[in-house]
């Protein structure tokens, strides 16, 4: 797991900047921005931050702009986000502009392209959606961002838009959705075993039944993972388990 400084990012990555007027309107860019984000050459200004977004990752910039404006003008931190959108991953920052008297007149977001970071080439992949597998998660941690390697993961459980990323030291917020890192990570280690649940078959330690449901206990991990009746064949055939008949125990190898 690694902590990654402002300072580093500035001096590792191209960083994009757009102004945003009050009513969070583009009123500049510069050329970076410009390249990555979908704009129109012709007519960029004046319009929404958000028409330059994915449509799932809109309810997120939104969000991300009420929180910087209801921050202390006075002295705001900036807001930080990861969002995913094709073949790219960006972190971005947004904090609240006040003018000479005071009062918020706009807003500056800056975006970083982490993907290469965080991402590795899968040329084993037909689809143009999965090329990049995440070899590092970011979560996000008092407005700091910390990189959570993908082996060290035992789960990762949805909260709605958002996740918690589950390794055995920590319980980490993450900013994108449960489906943005199904897509993305490694199919041959991880398993979506449950619409909210994703889990690290390497760390699969046993399986339980619960009032008749199919469970996993994972190595490290306090409470055992659910698994939903339409995976649960799948995931035994993953683990070398017979499909059906007999009582779930310990996984085969473990000890």
């Known amino acids: 797991m ?10 590792r990555f191209d960083v994009g900047i757009v102004q945003l007027d009050a009513e969070r309107r583009v009123v500049g860019m510069n050329d970076y921005a410009r390249r990555v984000l979908p704009v129109d050459q012709k007519q960029p200004f004046e319009r929404m931050v958000l028409s330059f977004h994915p449509e799932r990752s809109k309810p997120k910039v939104e969000f991300l702009l009420d ?7 006075t002295n705001p931190p900036p807001m930080t986000m990861i969002i995913n959108i094709p073949e790219r991953v960006l972190l971005i920052k947004v904090t609240c502009l006040a003018g000479s008297a005071g009062r ?8 970083y392209d982490i993907t290469e970071f965080v991402s590795a080439e899968d040329a084993s992949s037909a689809r143009p959606d999965v090329r990049r597998r995440l070899t590092k998660i970011p979560t996000v941690a008092n407005q700091r961002i910390v990189f959570v390697d993908a082996d060290d993961v035992l789960c990762i459980h949805s909260e709605g838009h958002y996740t918690r990323v589950v390794t055995a030291s920590a319980n980490r917020f993450c900013n994108l959705s449960i489906g943005d890192i199904e897509s993305r990570l490694d199919p041959d280690h991880f398993m979506r075993v449950h619409r909210s649940h994703i889990v690290n078959l ?18 490290d991990a306090p409470q055992p993972v659910p698994v939903s009746r339409a995976s649960a064949g799948a995931l035994l055939e993953r683990l ?8 779930p125990a310990k996984r085969q190898g473990s000890p």
């Open 67 to 73: 929180q910087a404006a209801q921050c202390p003008v």
């Open 202 to 219: 390497r760390a699969v330690a046993q399986l339980l039944r619960e009032e008749g449901r199919l469970a996993l206990q994972l190595e």
């Open 104 to 111: 918020p007149i706009g807003y500056v977001l800056v975006f």
């Open 2 to 11: 690694q902590q990654v400084s402002p300072l580093y990012l500035l001096e």
């Open 240 to 247: 070398g388990m017979p499909a059906a008949g007999g009582t």
